[in-house]
Every structure is written in structure tokens, then in C-alpha cells.
């Protein structure tokens, strides 16, 4: 038999030279394919891997086993019902998250959670992971916005929890135990949407700092002013100089930080395009990228008013390590993309850092990861209550095998 074909054995982590082992590949057409797919592979003791887009920063869907069936959700692909005017909307875990948010916004409606990668992602996996994005400083993550959940458990059923009410309260919120865990408690094969009106204004103010500490510190009186903005990000100055030259308006000369915040009303105020912004915005990865050839970033997310000690930290973790770094995110969310600059081949030799970057934001009371989940890349940072409810779930250890906990 021919081995599984190279694309479904890896995620966005292929950078960092993680590739994965697999017995097989699935591609059900539908959700009761799906579960017949894990029915056989619970009754025969093979582990199941299931993959929405792979564009996953954590290795959440690459198989560690080679013995393992990789169960691909892209065939189901269909939007089971939209009614735009009741505000919401039922797809499959396959569509793709730019369907999801075009699809809404034709109709005058926004589903405001906006990950990256939005045209490789699948909603399935934005789900699985809680994927966040800029937004989610005002209107949460992917998870805020889920109803109801369909999934394939152990050992091979078929469930809805959840749906298309707005509230429930009858037993214990079983969706949101399957937001965000990562295909370790079940196979995600449709989701229920809130959406909300589209916004009928749009403006974005960017201000720039001579000191780090002058912006972290305009982030707090943000938050504290009450002026509640959509999205609030950040670029170190590193970050920003990268990819400058492709700033659509001014900017001083080096400046050492730099904060956007989009506001979705009417005032006055705001002179660049918005949506010139974030395209421009979205670039940042590659731009940084580009300065060695290579980048090691992770994700992780501290209380917001320690945002200002967290980068300086970063700052003496890589020269501790001989690595220079820079940092943006989600200034709003305490959320850090924190990233050490290394040729191509370094990627090996600057995990000891990022683990540094691990214990410094849980020594700040943060987090190892504010949205692109644990992944196998994060192993050992999830509680004891984590494992008790994986056993519960999933008893024999099939799902997602070496992932979360």
C-alpha cells in the first residue's frame, strides 16, 4: 500500500521540522462516514488524527503515530442552513473560515472572529482550537460565537450538544468542553454560528511611541478610557521595520512602538483605510520572516498590564540564548507572538528559548497559549483536571493520541 501523501502528515509547524507518521488517510463525505471511520478505528485499537486545514501553529494535526488513520474533514464542506435573518448560521467542519465570513457579511451580517490563515483554515478546526485574531480583544474567539457542536465520540457515536438556541443551561456546557479541545475528546464534524449586523463604519487609529514603555502604557489608558475599540494590536519596533516599507501612510523614522486600534462607529477620526491595514497587517509574518530566513514564534499571553515587563523579557531570553528577537500581537489580550529571528536551520537549536518564553508568561500569571492551542509542540503544560476528563471521554487514548494534555 502507498504511504499517505505528505500534506496530510503535517501542519504550519513543518517550519520547525515537525512531520508526522500515518498509516492512512480518510476522507469521509459526511458526519456519518465520520463516525463509522472512528467506530472501526475504536473497536481496532488505531489512533485517529483528525485534520481540518492544517494550517494549525502548534501541530495539533499532525499524526505522531505511524500506525495512525488521519481522518480529514474537508469533504464535508457544505453550509447546512444559513437564516440570515435570525442571525446564524450551520456549517459543516470542512467550509472554509473565509466562506463562513463572506457568506455572512453578503447578507449584512459579520462573524467577527478573524484567525490568520482564514483561507486554509476550516471553521471544524477554528473550533477545535478557539482560534482567536484581532477581534478578539472586543468580541472573543471562535468559541464566543459557537451554539451548538456536532461530533463523533467514543466509541464511535454521533452527538449534538448544543444548537441553534441562544441559550441552554438544561446540563452542563458540553460545547464549550469541545471548543478548543483539539480533537482529543471528538471528531468536530459541524458547528451552529451566532453572527451579528456587519459594522457600518470602520476607522483606524495608529499611534506610534519612542519607548516601549510609553506604548504599553497608552494600551492600559485605552482600556481604561471606555472607548472600547474592535481590536487593539502592537508592533515592537523590530517587528515594525520589517515590514514598514509596505505601511499604506506615514510613519516617523524607528519608531520603538507602534499601536493600531480600529474602532467600529461613526466619530471622526482615522485617516488610513482599514482595510488597507490589515492587509498590510497580515504581512508581518512574512516581513519578519524574511530578515534571516527563518522565525520561531509562540503565542503566548500574559495579564495586559505586565505586557511592557513580558517583552522586555523576551528581550533578555534571546540574548541568552545568542538570538535576536522581536515580538506584535494582541496588546488588548495580553497576547504575545513572541519570535526569535534564526536562519532556516536553527529551528532545533532555539527551542530552549521558547521554553524560557513558556516559563517566563506562567511566572507573570499568563498563559502558554492565547490561541493557537497546545498542540503537541506545548506537551505537559495542560492540569490534572484536563487528564481526568480526556480519560472520561476518551477512555482508550484514541483520539488525537500525543495532543493537549
Same mark, same amino acid.
Given at each position: 500500500?502507498?504511504?499517505?501523501?505528505?500534506?496530510?502528515?503535517?501542519?504550519?509547524?513543518?517550519?520547525?521540522?515537525?512531520?508526522?507518521?500515518?498509516?492512512?488517510?480518510?476522507?469521509?463525505?459526511?458526519?456519518?462516514?465520520?463516525?463509522?471511520?472512528?467506530?472501526?478505528?475504536?473497536?481496532?485499537?488505531?489512533?485517529?488524527?483528525?485534520?481540518? %486545514? %492544517?494550517?494549525?501553529?502548534?501541530?495539533?494535526?499532525?499524526?505522531?503515530?505511524?500506525?495512525?488513520?488521519?481522518?480529514?474533514?474537508?469533504?464535508?464542506?457544505?453550509?447546512?442552513?444559513?437564516?440570515?435573518?435570525?442571525?446564524?448560521?450551520?456549517?459543516?467542519?470542512?467550509?472554509?473560515?473565509?466562506?463562513?465570513?463572506?457568506?455572512?457579511?453578503?447578507?449584512?451580517?459579520?462573524?467577527?472572529?478573524?484567525?490568520?490563515?482564514?483561507?486554509?483554515?476550516?471553521?471544524?478546526?477554528?473550533?477545535?482550537?478557539?482560534?482567536?485574531?484581532?477581534?478578539?480583544?472586543?468580541?472573543?474567539?471562535?468559541?464566543?460565537?459557537?451554539?451548538?457542536?456536532?461530533?463523533?465520540?467514543?466509541?464511535?457515536?454521533?452527538?449534538?450538544?448544543?444548537?441553534?438556541?441562544?441559550?441552554?443551561?438544561?446540563?452542563?456546557?458540553?460545547?464549550?468542553?469541545?471548543?478548543?479541545?483539539?480533537?482529543?475528546?471528538?471528531?468536530? *464534524?459541524?458547528?451552529?454560528?451566532?453572527?451579528?449586523?456587519? #459594522?457600518?463604519?470602520?476607522?483606524?487609529?495608529?499611534?506610534?511611541?519612542?519607548?516601549?514603555?510609553?506604548?504599553?502604557?497608552?494600551?492600559?489608558?485605552?482600556?481604561?478610557?471606555?472607548?472600547?475599540?474592535?481590536?487593539?494590536?502592537?508592533?515592537?519596533?523590530?517587528?515594525?521595520?520589517?515590514?514598514?516599507?509596505?505601511?499604506?501612510?506615514?510613519?516617523?523614522?524607528?519608531?520603538?512602538?507602534?499601536?493600531?486600534?480600529?474602532?467600529?462607529?461613526?466619530?471622526?477620526? %482615522?485617516?488610513?483605510? #482599514?482595510?488597507?491595514?490589515?492587509?498590510?497587517?497580515?504581512?508581518?509574518?512574512?516581513?519578519?520572516?524574511?530578515?534571516?530566513?527563518?522565525?520561531?514564534?509562540?503565542?503566548?499571553?500574559?495579564?495586559?498590564?505586565?505586557?511592557?515587563? =513580558?517583552?522586555?523579557?523576551?528581550?533578555?531570553?534571546?540574548?541568552?540564548?545568542?538570538?535576536?528577537?522581536?515580538?506584535?500581537?494582541?496588546?488588548?489580550?495580553?497576547?504575545?507572538? =513572541?519570535?526569535?529571528?534564526?536562519?532556516?536551520?536553527?529551528?532545533?537549536? =532555539?527551542?530552549?528559548?521558547?521554553?524560557?518564553?513558556?516559563?517566563?508568561?506562567?511566572?507573570?500569571?499568563?498563559?502558554? *497559549?492565547?490561541?493557537?492551542?497546545?498542540?503537541?509542540?506545548?506537551?505537559?503544560?495542560?492540569? #490534572?483536571?484536563?487528564?481526568?476528563?480526556?480519560?472520561?471521554?476518551?477512555?482508550?487514548?484514541?483520539?488525537?493520541?500525543?495532543?493537549?494534555?
Amino acid at each position: 500500500m502507498a504511504p499517505p501523501p505528505a500534506t496530510y502528515l503535517h501542519d504550519a509547524t513543518i517550519t520547525r521540522g515537525l512531520r508526522g507518521r500515518a498509516a492512512a488517510v480518510v476522507r469521509p463525505a459526511d458526519a456519518e462516514e465520520a463516525r463509522r471511520v472512528v467506530a472501526w478505528c475504536y473497536e481496532h485499537d488505531v489512533p485517529l488524527v483528525p485534520r481540518g %486545514g %492544517g494550517s494549525g501553529l502548534a501541530g495539533g494535526a499532525v499524526p505522531v503515530d505511524e500506525g495512525a488513520v488521519v481522518l480529514s474533514l474537508e469533504r464535508l464542506a457544505r453550509v447546512r442552513s444559513f437564516e440570515p435573518e435570525l442571525w446564524r448560521m450551520n456549517p459543516q467542519a470542512g467550509v472554509l473560515t473565509t466562506h463562513v465570513q463572506r457568506l455572512a457579511r453578503e447578507n449584512g451580517l459579520w462573524f467577527p472572529p478573524d484567525p490568520g490563515a482564514a483561507e486554509q483554515s476550516q471553521i471544524g478546526g477554528n473550533v477545535a482550537t478557539n482560534a482567536g485574531g484581532p477581534h478578539a480583544f472586543r468580541y472573543g474567539q471562535t468559541g464566543d460565537w459557537v451554539t451548538g457542536v456536532e461530533a463523533v465520540v467514543a466509541p464511535g457515536e454521533l452527538v449534538r450538544v448544543g444548537g441553534p438556541v441562544r441559550k441552554d443551561v438544561a446540563g452542563y456546557d458540553l460545547t464549550h468542553l469541545m471548543v478548543g479541545s483539539e480533537g482529543t475528546l471528538g471528531v468536530i *464534524t459541524a458547528v451552529w454560528l451566532r453572527l451579528i449586523p456587519a #459594522p457600518a463604519h470602520r476607522r483606524v487609529v495608529v499611534d506610534f511611541f519612542d519607548s516601549l514603555e510609553a506604548g504599553c502604557e497608552a494600551v492600559l489608558e485605552v482600556i481604561g478610557s471606555g472607548l472600547r475599540p474592535a481590536a487593539l494590536e502592537f508592533l515592537d519596533g523590530r517587528s515594525f521595520a520589517a515590514a514598514a516599507a509596505g505601511y499604506p501612510g506615514d510613519a516617523p523614522n524607528d519608531p520603538r512602538f507602534v499601536l493600531i486600534a480600529e474602532y467600529l462607529d461613526d466619530a471622526a477620526g %482615522g485617516s488610513l483605510d #482599514p482595510a488597507a491595514l490589515w492587509r498590510w497587517r497580515d504581512t508581518v509574518h512574512g516581513a519578519v520572516t524574511s530578515l534571516r530566513g527563518g522565525k520561531l514564534s509562540e503565542d503566548v499571553a500574559v495579564p495586559v498590564e505586565l505586557l511592557a515587563e =513580558a517583552l522586555r523579557r523576551l528581550t533578555e531570553i534571546g540574548a541568552a540564548h545568542g538570538l535576536e528577537t522581536c515580538a506584535w500581537g494582541h496588546a488588548g489580550d495580553g497576547n504575545i507572538h =513572541a519570535t526569535f529571528l534564526i536562519a532556516p536551520d536553527e529551528a532545533e537549536a =532555539a527551542e530552549p528559548a521558547a521554553q524560557d518564553v513558556f516559563t517566563m508568561a506562567l511566572e507573570l500569571g499568563g498563559t502558554v *497559549t492565547g490561541e493557537h492551542g497546545i498542540g503537541c509542540l506545548k506537551r505537559g503544560y495542560a492540569g #490534572p483536571l484536563d487528564a481526568r476528563i480526556k480519560t472520561a471521554l476518551d477512555p482508550k487514548g484514541l483520539l488525537n493520541p500525543g495532543k493537549k494534555s
